[in-house]
């Protein structure tokens, strides 16, 4: 049972929309998905509470970051939404139970400056515990041409961490999320452009 773990230690960087989608996409694929909420603004329980019901499923879980909960049986894939601030016990905590770390970025000098830092601690876990989950970043909300995008590819270069690309910034995922919905549960025509971007994504979830 895969653990993925959505985390990014500044807010606003769009965790919640990267862990609804991949939640939507495996459920898409059969997978008994479970989506843990780590994060006081519960937006991802929020996201769940408007799911339509004739929708494959996606099963909520109230995750306290205690290292010793573990969700119920029959569940084949968890997702945990992070909070913003994520550090010390309970990012060790969530980082033991993880099987893939995935961090969502976008193109600005501070998001890139708390990312690198971070980087730097999930290494210096993995040194201090010996575990070592699959760790990957997504750039979010780029804009095609713009210095921020330009800057951001230059930072993502200097990091020995895989990149999976970059997503779009595009009201796509406001107006999705706002019914509840991921991109997998539209038709295809509607997103395929973020359908394409999602493809490296999807890839290194299904490894």
Same mark, same amino acid.
């Not at 995750?63 to 913003?84: E, M, Q, Y």
């Not at 930072?155 to 997503?167: H, I, M, R």
């Given at each position: 049972?895969?653990?993925?773990? @959505?985390?990014?230690?500044?807010?606003?960087?769009?965790?919640? %929309?990267?862990?609804?989608?991949?939640?939507?996409?495996?459920?898409?694929?059969? /997978?008994?998905?479970? &989506?843990?909420?780590?994060?006081?603004?519960?937006?991802?329980?929020?996201?769940? /509470?408007?799911?339509?019901?004739?929708?494959?499923?996606?099963?909520?879980?109230?995750?306290?970051? $205690?290292?010793?909960?573990?969700?119920?049986?029959?569940?084949? *894939?968890?997702? @945990?939404? %992070?909070?913003?601030?994520?550090?010390? $016990?309970? &990012?060790?905590?969530?980082?033991?139970?993880?099987?893939?770390?995935?961090?969502?970025?976008?193109?600005?000098?501070?998001?890139?400056? /708390?990312?690198?830092?971070?980087?730097?601690?999930?290494?210096?876990?993995?040194?201090?515990?010996? *575990?070592?989950?699959?760790?990957?970043?997504?750039?979010?909300?780029? $804009?095609?041409? %713009?210095?921020?995008?330009?800057? #951001?590819? *230059?930072?993502?270069?200097?990091?020995?961490?895989?990149?999976?690309?970059? #997503?779009?910034? %595009?009201?796509?995922?406001?107006?999705?999320?706002?019914?509840?919905?991921?991109?997998?549960?539209?038709?295809?025509?509607?997103?395929?452009?973020?359908?394409?971007?999602?493809?490296?994504?999807? /890839?290194? #979830?299904?490894?």
């Amino acid at each position: 049972m895969p653990v993925i773990l @959505i985390a990014n230690p500044k807010g606003g960087v769009g965790k919640s %929309t990267i862990a609804s989608n991949i939640a939507g996409y495996l459920a898409r694929q059969g /997978a008994q998905v479970m &989506l843990g909420d780590a994060d006081r603004q519960q937006s991802a329980a929020r996201w769940l /509470a408007l799911r339509p019901p004739q929708l494959p499923r996606i099963a909520g879980w109230e995750f306290d970051g $205690k290292a010793s909960v573990r969700p119920p049986k029959g569940v084949s *894939h968890v997702l @945990i939404d %992070t909070p913003a601030g994520l550090h010390g $016990k309970r &990012l060790e905590a969530l980082y033991r139970i993880a099987d893939k770390i995935l961090l969502p970025l976008q193109p600005s000098l501070f998001d890139i400056q /708390a990312t690198y830092d971070f980087v730097q601690t999930l290494h210096d876990l993995r040194r201090q515990t010996g *575990h070592k989950p699959a760790l990957a970043i997504v750039g979010m909300r780029a $804009k095609e041409g %713009t210095l921020s995008v330009e800057q #951001l590819q *230059h930072f993502l270069q200097e990091l020995a961490v895989p990149v999976l690309g970059q #997503l779009r910034d %595009t009201q796509n995922y406001v107006q999705l999320a706002a019914r509840g919905l991921s991109l997998w549960d539209v038709a295809p025509s509607r997103v395929e452009r973020d359908l394409a971007q999602w493809q490296p994504l999807t /890839a290194w #979830l299904d490894e």
